[in-house]
């Protein structure tokens, strides 16, 4: 057992979702997931952060050159999210307007996905920290060129003390107990993973 070890929990109240370049031009650069498994993690993470109603902040990297809009589908569950388009920050960071809608949210914990993970995940996740946040990257809402890029990004971010989950686990995190609500979760879970729904299925058909 680690003594100097401490779990730092996911908790709704003080948690944020940071949601970045999820871009046209970008997602075609990802080939560590298939197409539609990574459009389905990506939505189910944006699903949960509006199930559980956590400030979200989306931002774009010169959207107007080859890395293309935000997919729609993120905008559309988020239509009053604050919304940067960066005129060409790499790093979210570096860009003075994402980091004031970050702390204006007031909250501590910060989860970030994006694409691509060792640069518009890793960046801002490693800057986050550097500030003082305590961060949770979504792997499987973050895409890249290949496993040996994604592994290295995702090692120099858990060197740092950065936490990461798949979007499951952030959702259960949040929720801590079932009794809180067993339908609103059960939905959730039953719209972004097919074998679930045939769970919550039988699940509500005793009842």
């Known amino acids: ?42 939505l189910a993470l944006a699903a949960s952060a509006k199930y559980f109603q956590l400030p979200t902040i989306l931002t774009t990297s010169f959207e107007n050159g080859p890395n293309g809009p935000l997919v729609p589908e993120i905008k559309e569950l988020f239509p009053e999210a604050p919304y940067i388009g960066r005129p060409g920050q790499i ?12 702390k204006q949210t007031g909250r501590r914990q ?13 960046f801002p996740a490693l800057s986050a920290v550097e500030a003082g946040y305590d961060v949770f ?14 592994h290295a990004a995702w090692a120099r971010m858990a060197a740092a003390g950065v936490q990461l989950m798949h979007w499951f686990a952030v959702a259960c995190a949040l929720h801590r107990a079932w009794r ?27 009842k």
């Open 1 to 42: 057992m680690n003594q100097g070890y401490q779990y730092t929990r996911l908790a709704k109240d003080d948690a944020a979702c940071l949601l970045i370049d999820h871009q046209s031009g970008l997602i075609s650069l990802v080939q560590d997931f298939s197409p539609g498994e990574f459009k389905n993690n990506v």
């Open 91 to 102: 790093n979210a960071w570096d860009n003075e307007e994402f980091v004031k809608a970050v």
């Open 110 to 122: 910060l989860i970030i996905a994006g694409v691509v993970t060792e640069v518009c995940v890793a």
């Open 137 to 150: 990257v979504v792997t499987d809402a973050s895409g890249t060129f290949n496993e040996v890029t994604r």
């Open 180 to 206: 809180n609500d067993i339908e609103g979760l059960g939905a959730l879970f039953a719209n972004y993973i097919p074998n679930y729904r045939n769970l919550i299925t039988s699940y509500l058909a005793r």
